[in-house]
Nanobody, 125 residues
Framework: QVQLVESGGGLVQAGGSLRLSCAAS????????MGWLRQAPGKEREFVAG???????LYADSVKGRFTISRDGAKATVYLQMNSLNTEDTAVYYC???????????????????WGQGTQLTVSS
């Protein structure tokens, strides 16, 4: 059974930076796409960033240029470096994974079968 465990959330001031981590266990990283989705209060869950097993990355327009996703295959961990944070980034961030082996990561929640428990990021003004 796959487990995704996030860490690194918290409270940060606008303009600040934070890095989220997600450690995967229970399966091989071969063919495994990982990513991040987020859900703000009163809003629908939205795609943030993804990275395929081939290293292809994809970002939501709202975070492009500010967020960077990366993965460490040896550690089966994916990271989300978040810079220039603003209050609109406040949300619960979910680490997601999919064994579809696609060249590019998906952007829809339904494309990911594995989910972490979520970690809260709060950006204060």
């Amino acid at each position: 059974q796959v487990q995704l465990v996030e860490s690194g959330g918290g409270l940060v001031q606008a303009g600040g930076s934070l890095r989220l981590s997600c450690a995967a266990s229970g399966r091989t990283m071969r063919g495994y796409t990982m990513g991040w989705l987020r859900q703000a209060p009163g809003k629908e869950r939205e795609f943030v960033a993804g990275i395929s097993c081939f290293g292809a990355t994809l970002y939501a327009d709202s975070v492009k240029g500010r967020f960077t996703i990366s993965r460490d295959g040896a550690k089966a961990t994916v990271y989300l470096q978040m810079n220039s944070l603003n209050t609109e980034d406040t949300a619960v961030y979910y680490c997601v994974g999919s064994g579809n082996g696609d060249l590019r990561p998906g952007t829809k929640a339904a494309q990911y079968e594995d989910w972490g428990q979520g970690t809260q990021l709060t950006v204060s003004s």
